[in-house]
């Protein structure tokens, strides 16, 4: 019998900071009380990794040969845009998001429309029982032979499960609850979940078995456990949503097989989650009435222009300093709008409050924005509309020049689809494309993009 070593140490729970003794605050992320003692033991023995390790040769790139059974769709579009065509056999990917965001319910959905496909899933469940994920699955209306519920937490035995059942996809729900004998820290810690992760990775390689790990997150937003468990997984997906709404957005933030660019849209119902396919419809009040700081812009998510309301509310400070509250955007983005609208349009906003908000709760990251911000802003100001038939799409500079964005074509056509009858749009981007049904009006100067977005009958500034 092997002899087993024995080694304690000190690991920040939040980013897996190591140390040999007790500190108050993680010199690496800075948390507070995160660091914690834990007794690492393992058997000087290799061969529980070896059980599942085959012995290959390295082979020449051009011999590896492959098929289109490589890549398996999940029947769900949107889940299949996010991991580039759908999962990739072999692959470890890692779905992460808040907790009763509706993780497990998309995965019980992804495993039922995979069984569908003759394909066979092991479900471990470390959180339910077997009964209660059956209740989800009676409400999704899942019914399938192959589709095996196997409530369990330790590494060990869900192996063995493994090795008889040979499943095609095998989900772990959740990573932070499953520990292997081989440490004897508690579960959820760094060790536990760094070693977990480390043997799932080696059984996904050499037995080429898909498999699909949730992973909580912590009040931050950011995944829980070491950051070392996204550099070993292949794809890493965000799973986000606005807790008073029913919105439910996908990301990739890592993607070996794929661009981390796109996201899924999806609509929580009592049935599961259910595919949006035109977000722009659902984001976009069909009946609005065109008030003063309230513009539509054209955003791109991943390779999928979104239109969406942008509202400015602008008013006089009873404060000494004004502020300046943003929602959905960054708010350095929207001082420097401010900056640029004071110093190349003279506007005076130093004695104003500056509220801007993105409507349906998405958050925007792009800079294509900058122009529908700064209209909204100075159209609240001087208490006069924008045409609501106009989208606007530019980043401004520093100097106050409209400059190019990616993929201009693609949002017109968008606006043009949606009824929008003038599309605002940068001079540089240079478009050689005649559009029929929407009017594209090119500027060059920030000043030229607030006199076009006016409202004919309102006059101008």
């Not at 939040?14 to 834990?38: H, V």
């Not at 038939?389 to 689809?417: C, F, H, M």
Request: glycine residues 8%; contains cysteine.
């Amino acid at each position: 019998m092997a002899k087993a070593k024995v080694k304690s140490k000190y690991v920040c729970q939040e980013c897996g900071y190591e140390t040999s003794g007790y500190l108050g605050k993680c010199p690496a992320c800075g948390a507070w009380g995160s660091i914690i003692e834990e007794v690492e033991t393992k058997s000087t023995s290799n061969s529980s990794v070896a059980d599942f390790l085959n012995t290959e040769k390295p082979k020449l790139i051009n011999e590896i040969t492959l098929d289109d059974s490589v890549r398996v769709s999940t029947n769900i579009s949107e889940f299949d845009r996010v991991l580039g065509g759908g999962l990739v056999q072999g692959s470890l990917v890692l779905l992460a998001g808040d907790p009763g965001i509706g993780k497990s319910t998309l995965i019980l959905q992804t495993s039922g429309e995979l069984c569908k496909q003759n394909k066979k899933v092991l479900y471990t469940s470390a959180e339910e029982s077997a009964s209660q994920v059956k209740l989800r699955a009676e409400r999704l209306g899942i019914h399938t032979d192959n589709l095996y519920i196997y409530p369990q937490t330790n590494l060990e035995l869900i192996r063995t499960q493994i090795k008889d059942l040979k499943p095609d996809v095998l989900v772990i729900d959740s990573i932070q609850s499953i520990y292997t004998d081989n440490i004897s820290s508690s579960a959820g810690s760094v060790s536990q979940v760094r070693e977990c992760c480390n043997v799932l990775m080696q059984i996904a390689k050499s037995e080429n078995i898909t498999i699909i790990v949730i992973g909580h997150v912590t009040k931050e937003g950011n995944i829980a456990g070491p950051k070392v468990l996204e550099h070993m997984v292949d794809a890493v997906i965000q799973f986000e949503g606005d807790k008073y709404k029913s919105y439910r957005m996908l990301r990739a933030v890592k993607n070996r097989f794929g661009t981390t660019s796109e996201v899924g849209m999806f609509d929580m119902h009592s049935s599961g989650l259910v595919e949006i396919t035109n977000p722009s419809e659902i984001f976009l009040n069909e009946n609005h009435i065109a008030t003063p700081g309230s513009v539509i812009i054209v955003t791109n998510e991943g390779t999928r222009p979104l239109l969406l309301e942008i509202q400015a509310l602008v008013g006089v400070t009873p404060y000494p300093s004004p502020r300046r509250v943003t929602n959905g955007v960054d708010t350095s983005r929207v001082l420097q709008i401010l900056a640029v609208l004071e110093k190349r349009v003279g506007l005076n906003l130093s004695k104003q409050d500056v509220y801007v908000n993105v409507i349906g709760g998405i958050d925007i990251s792009e800079p294509a924005a900058d122009l529908g911000i700064a209209i909204a802003i100075t159209t609240c100001l001087n208490d006069i509309t924008a045409d609501m038939k106009t989208v606007l799409i530019g980043e401004i500079g520093l100097s106050g020049e409209i400059r190019p964005v990616n993929d201009l074509e693609k949002r017109i056509y968008e606006a043009q689809k949606l009824g929008f009858k003038r599309a605002i749009v940068p001079a540089s981007n240079n478009i050689k494309e005649k559009f029929k049904g929407i009017e594209v009006v090119e500027v060059k100067r920030i000043l030229d993009a607030i006199t076009a977005s006016i409202k004919k009958e309102k006059g101008h500034l």
